[in-house]
């Protein structure tokens, strides 16, 4: 496995950051569009029937996809401001989002390689008190 200069993981670091959290708006994004059009098309219908089932798998596939990206998003944050607890975050959301093939997949197979390099860890190393 080659390492990577410091130089090199800034740059990588900054796009897994970007990836994670543009990744995770799109899944929050996916989350509110399946809520708004499954607990909207009662309205087309009429039926109370399709009210009370749509508004339950709406709401519930909604929230669900609203808190699976809630850890990717802190994940992303935190790579990008350098935050010491990130490359952990990271390294767990990632190796959870590669059973999400196939974009997740290639998203936490790169997590792994930039976070577990050598220089890594520190990198996130908080900075000594002067």
């Known amino acids: 496995m080659n390492t990577l200069s410091q130089r090199d993981l800034q740059q990588h670091v900054m796009i897994l ?17 399946i809520f708004v059009l499954l607990t909207g098309v009662w309205a087309t ?6 009210l009370a089932v749509l508004s339950i798998v709406g709401t ?6 609203g808190v699976l990206a809630i850890p990717g998003l802190f994940a ?6 350098k935050k010491p607890w990130a490359r952990v975050l990271a390294i767990v959301v990632g190796i959870l ?11 936490g197979l790169y997590a792994f390689w930039v976070l577990t390099q050598p220089g890594a860890a520190e990198y996130f190393a908080e900075p000594a008190p002067a």
Do not use: K, R
């Open 17 to 33: 950051g970007w990836l994670f959290v543009v990744g995770n708006i799109f899944y929050l994004a996916v989350g509110a569009f």
């Open 76 to 81: 992303g944050y935190g790579l990008l401001a």
């Open 97 to 107: 989002g590669v059973v999400n093939a196939p974009l997740g997949t290639v998203i």
């Open 60 to 65: 519930s596939v909604g929230m669900l996809l």
């Open 45 to 50: 219908s009429g039926e109370p029937e399709a």
